[in-house]
T-cell receptor
Framework: EAQVTQNPRYLITVTGKKLTVTCSQN?????MSWYRQDPGLGLRQIYY???????DKGDVPEGYKVSRKEKRNFPLILESPSPNQTSLYFC????????????FGPGTRLTVL | DAKTTQPNSMESNEEEPVHLPCNHS???????IHWYRQLPSQGPEYVIH???SNVNNRMASLAIAEDRKSSTLILHRATLRDAAVYYC?????????????FGAGTRLFVKA
């Protein structure tokens, strides 16, 4: 089954403790993205990747890192999480950028205390 | 930067057509217009997208204004399963790089 998976689905952590949210897709898509969803602010793009070793900033990249060492994986790294990074995070993948369908993962709900 | 504006909520009766509007007056020439929907506790799901011409697929139709400053998602016969938040999205390259701009979404209520 074609899908995007994220782990963990739920995470509660404390300020400053490094964490990684994994994202994997089995559709051989070149493009992958990370979004965060917050009440009243909607979904905003954090980072995107156009291929292995090619990543670029979205609208809200501060406090986040990403890497794309393999085509299928696109982890989101929070080196020193802060409470304002408490949010619902979605990973997505697609064959192209502007004119192609994105497939979203189920989401990761992160709480930073 | 481009942005999209949608009504907060709309209501429809089951089996009737629904027209969900979106204003994107600052759209650039290369931006694609996408619509996704989100059910509770799920990730957004693709509905339809287009560039300049109207589009139809098995889920919906997309009507794009001639000047591209607005679009309308049309669900031809709403069902209870169509109750969701519908997002109008612009995706394209600009001077700042590639952007994906989500609207705030329209919550669609479907009455039986």
């Amino acid at each position: 089954e074609a899908q995007v998976t994220q782990n963990p689905r739920y995470l509660i952590t404390v300020t400053g403790k490094k964490l990684t949210v994994t994202c994997s897709q089995n559709m051989n898509h070149e493009y992958m993205s990370w979004y965060r969803q917050d009440p009243g602010l909607g979904l905003r793009q954090i980072y995107y990747s156009m291929n292995v070793e090619v990543t670029d900033k979205g609208d809200v990249p501060e406090g986040y890192k990403v890497s794309r060492k393999e085509k299928r994986n696109f982890p989101l790294i929070l080196e020193s999480p802060s409470p304002n990074q408490t949010s619902l995070y979605f990973c997505a993948s697609s064959t192209g950028l502007a004119g192609d369908t994105q497939y979203f993962g189920p989401g990761t709900r992160l709480t930073v205390l | 930067d481009a942005k999209t504006t949608q009504p907060n909520s709309m209501e429809s009766n089951e089996e009737e057509p629904v027209h969900l509007p979106c204003n994107h007056s600052t759209i650039s020439g290369t931006d694609y217009i996408h619509w996704y929907r989100q059910l509770p506790s799920q990730g957004p799901e693709y509905v339809i997208h287009g560039l300049t011409s109207n589009v139809n697929n098995r889920m919906a139709s997309l009507a794009i204004a001639e000047d591209r400053k607005s679009s309308t998602l049309i669900l031809h016969r709403a069902t209870l399963r169509d109750a969701a938040v519908y997002y109008c999205i612009l995706r394209g390259f600009n001077t700042g790089g590639f952007k994906t701009i989500f609207g705030a979404g329209t919550r669609l209520f479907v009455k039986a």
